[in-house]
């Protein structure tokens, strides 16, 4: 154990490519116990599935392994404990790196390996038509009848692991897909020593690791209140989560660089891809329905987080599962000046014809921006059109089928005439598609490696579960007002007034909204006028484009002054194998907020976020 009754958890990375001297800084600055870093996304499983097909021994995050050849020396000299997830989808071979560059540099550390995401007698049984695993959101789907044939699984595994492994002595823990939580879980429960039931405990290590995850997302990074912290939005510096052993946490950072912990931060970085009010995960289920966030009084970048709840976890987790989806490609039109929609018109026209016999899997022809009248420069005017179609055989994208006859196109095309010029990006390169499914705890075989002699120690599942709805609550307020009660209104943007913080998990997007903490009245108004439908509203032609019997889920948390949503099967498919610039739907929460919508005018007397 590590003998403090505060344990100091900083966190490193978010996601792969982050910055890649987060590590270095935070082990220099952070006077921090444990390093921690999420280097996975349900985008770079399947890049890592890609790579693993081509190279056994690669399918890690190589990031991860760079970052540690710099800091080894800082880590051994202070003690820290590393955990991390980098191992992707080969979480054996970056171990095996990090004990090699250990040893190369005379250090005797014990490395170890936690594994049992990797699910091969899963994928034994579906190749045999019988494993019986249905969908996370939609039971009527079943992973059987998926039309593609997957080449690797990868389940969500928990952070018992973890703990079993620092029992062990280790001080560095590698693991593949565990949960972006657990390791912060993991380093919790072992350095607190809590019990699996101690569910209050877990559940508020769970949203820490949450909200730390993302690493300067908590920090400042795609805050809608940027523009109040503006002075500091340079050089964010990664979070740092204090928690003690009743599982309570302050959130924090450095004292170098730039980013700010605030309330608003905290409350963004809540909302961020939550699925409900529940928080499901294979140790435990955190229910938020009373989560608050205080500042700690005369202090400057410290957030507390309570009133979180643990109840016990479900006896299945998620599982992704990744299939090669064909090829893709795009290409890239610029249009400005005058008779824009009739230059569209006359290229939608051309490309239906060159395109008439085509055999592609999916094609997306858009046009994004809008040109101002009167622009100052032909770069303020320019709007672009993009040309993005798949096909399940390399054959039916080929140059003669795509490349060649769209760039044909540009001596029979509008007047200005443009486009981008970087021409690879019209020939096909390989996708991936994702099914995410549901599959029992007891399937999943997580064991612990202390080293390269592949001994291993067998973690069970948990002892005891709970039930939960596949289909999550959603409600409209349960005592809406009368919107006119806040007097009179003008007609502003919605994030005049209020923030938002928009994501996904595989093809649902959800958005979080929420208002100013000193204004309880803002929020009584948010609560009755953003309901189901005025979502749907405000949507505009992207809820009618879609299928417009897509589920969306309501809810309330009452002790952060928001209302949040879940759009089911909203982002075509989802990161991976997504036609959509914006396949993250990062940005459909900052679209929500640029809407017009009728606004007390008390609201905007007391100043405006946007």
């Not at 220099?28 to 999420?38: A, L, P």
């Not at 490395?111 to 009527?140: K, S, T, W, Y």
């Not at 929420?514 to 929020?523: A, G, I, K, V």
């Not at 194998?577 to 907020?593: A, H, M, N, P, T």
Request: some cysteine; charged content about 25%.
């Amino acid at each position: 154990m590590i003998s403090k009754p505060i344990l100091r958890i900083g966190s490193v990375s978010s996601t792969t490519g982050d910055n890649p001297y987060a590590m270095a800084r935070m082990v220099q600055h952070g006077k921090v116990d444990v390093i921690i870093g999420d280097w996975l996304s349900e985008m770079n499983i399947a890049w890592n599935a890609i790579v693993k097909q081509q190279n056994p021994d690669l399918g890690y995050e190589r990031g991860f392994l760079e970052q540690l050849e710099e800091s080894l020396d800082g880590i051994v000299a202070q003690n820290l404990k590393v955990i991390t997830n980098a191992g992707a989808l080969n979480t054996r071979s970056l171990a095996r790196e990090v004990r090699r560059l250990c040893k190369s540099r005379g250090y005797d550390i014990s490395v170890a390996a936690v594994l049992g995401d990797d699910v091969p007698d899963i994928m034994n049984q579906l190749a045999q038509g019988r494993c019986g695993f249905g969908h996370l959101d939609h039971a009527e789907k079943q992973l059987d009848d998926w039309e593609l044939k997957p080449v690797c699984g990868a389940a969500y595994i928990g952070c018992q692991g973890i703990v079993e492994a620092l029992n062990s002595g280790a001080q560095i823990v590698i693991c593949g897909r565990c949960t972006d939580a657990s390791p912060l879980m993991g380093v919790a429960a072992w350095q607190f020593q809590w019990s699996e039931e101690n569910y209050d405990a877990m559940a508020g290590a769970l949203i820490a690791g949450h909200l730390t995850e993302c690493g300067p997302y908590v920090t400042g990074a795609n805050f809608t209140g940027f523009k109040e912290i503006m002075d500091d939005m340079v050089d964010l510096t990664f979070p740092i989560a204090e928690i003690d052993s009743k599982g309570e946490c302050v959130v924090t950072t450095l004292s170098v660089g730039g980013g700010r912990v605030t309330e608003d931060t905290v409350r963004a970085q809540i909302l961020y891809e939550l699925q409900g009010h529940l928080y499901l995960n294979p140790d435990v289920v955190a229910d938020l329905t009373h989560i608050k966030v205080e500042a700690e009084p005369g202090t400057r970048d410290r957030v507390r987080v309570s009133g979180i709840r643990g109840l016990p976890p479900p006896p299945t987790t998620k599982a992704m599962f990744t299939a090669p989806g064909g090829y893709q490609a795009e290409a890239n039109f610029y249009l400005n000046g005058l008779d824009i929609e009739d230059k569209v018109k006359m290229m939608r026209r051309q490309l239906d014809f060159i395109f008439k016999d085509h055999k592609f899997h999916k094609l997306s022809i858009e046009l994004y921006g809008t040109s101002p009248e009167d622009p100052v420069s032909q770069q303020a005017g320019t709007v672009f059109f993009r040309i993005f179609a798949q096909a399940r055989r390399i054959e039916d994208l080929s140059a003669a089928k795509f490349k060649i006859p769209i760039y044909a196109l540009r001596m029979q095309a509008y007047p200005g005439y443009h486009m981008n010029l970087d021409f690879r990006t019209m020939d096909p390169k390989p996708f991936m598609e994702m099914f995410p499914a549901i599959i029992p705890q007891d399937a999943i075989k997580v064991q612990v490696e202390m080293g390269d002699s592949c001994q291993s120690i067998d973690i069970p599942p948990p002892q005891r579960t709970a039930e939960y709805p596949q289909v999550r609550p959603s409600y409209e307020t349960a005592n809406p007002v009368d919107l006119t009660s806040f007097g009179r209104t003008r007609k502003v943007p919605l994030g005049s007034i209020v923030h938002a913080r928009s994501g996904d998990k595989a093809d649902n997007s959800n958005i979080g909204f929420f208002t100013r903490s000193q204004y309880d009245d803002e929020y009584e108004w948010l609560k009755t006028f953003l309901t189901i439908e005025r979502l749907k509203f405000l949507l505009g032609d992207d809820w009618y484009n879609g299928d417009t019997c897509r589920r969306i889920e309501r809810i309330e948390f009452v002790g952060i002054n928001a209302v949040h949503f879940r759009i089911l099967d909203n982002l075509s498919g989802g990161i991976a194998s997504s036609e959509r610039i914006d396949g993250l739907g990062k940005g459909i929460g900052e679209f929500l907020r640029s809407r017009f919508v009728e606004v007390p005018l008390k609201f905007l007397e007391r100043g405006r976020i946007s």
